[in-house]
C-alpha cells in the first residue's frame, strides 16, 4: 500500500502490536501469528475497504478483519 508508519504502540502485553499510520488509522497485528500472513490479509483488505476505514483494522482473528 502507499500507508507509511507513523507510529508503533506495544500495549503492556506483547502478544499484539499496532501500527499507527500516516492517515491516522491503527492496524493491529497478533505477534502469535505470521506477519506475512496478516499483512497479505491487511493488502487485500485495504484495496477494497479503504475508503471505509478511519479508526483501526484489526487483524488479531485469523481470516477476518474488523475495522471501524
Known sequence: ????????????TTFHVALVTDRGFRVIFDTLRSLN????DFNTFYKEKKDELHEYADMRVEGIVYYK
Request: charged share 40%; net charge negative.
Open 1 to 12: 500500500t502507499e500507508l507509511k508508519v507513523a507510529s508503533i504502540q506495544v500495549d503492556e
Open 37 to 40: 500472513d496478516q499483512l497479505d
